[in-house]
């Protein structure tokens, strides 16, 4: 099993930046890569971006692309998800999980992944 945990959330105005980070631990994980999801209250949890194993390829939801970037350290087992250009909207708890399934459509939906992490709250104040 493995274990993720993310940390880096906080509270920034719009317009500000966060760096969050997962890192995983325990058995090491057989995953096609890892991904982000958010929910925020009261809405389904969606889709942020994902990126392979190989770090080679990334995909992200189109209400973040060119703000967020999806990035990999193999060696510290690490996932990061730099966020600039934060909005209002980007509020959410943000969770990370490993892509277990060959993806077959855009966007992925929470059940290609799995071991999920705790999550770590991103707040945006306008």
């Known amino acids: 099993q493995v274990q993720l945990v993310e940390s880096g959330g906080g509270l920034v105005q719009a317009g500000g930046s966060l760096r969050l980070s997962c890192a995983a631990s325990?058995?090491?994980?057989?995953?096609?890569?890892m991904g982000w999801f958010r929910q925020a209250p009261g809405k389904e949890r969606e889709f942020v971006a994902t990126i392979n194993k190989s770090g080679t390829s990334t995909y992200y939801a189109d209400s973040v692309k060119g703000r967020f970037t999806i990035s990999a350290d193999n060696a510290k087992n690490t996932v990061y998800l730099q966020m600039n250009s934060l909005k209002p909207e980007d509020t959410a708890v943000y969770y990370c999980?490993?892509?277990?399934?060959?993806?077959?459509?855009?966007?992925?939906?929470?059940?290609?992944?799995?071991?999920w992490g705790q999550g770590t709250q991103v707040t945006v104040s306008s």
């Open positions: 999980a490993v892509r277990e399934k060959i993806l077959l459509r855009y966007p992925p939906v929470p059940g290609d992944f799995g071991s």
């Open positions: 325990g058995r090491s994980f057989s995953g096609y890569g």
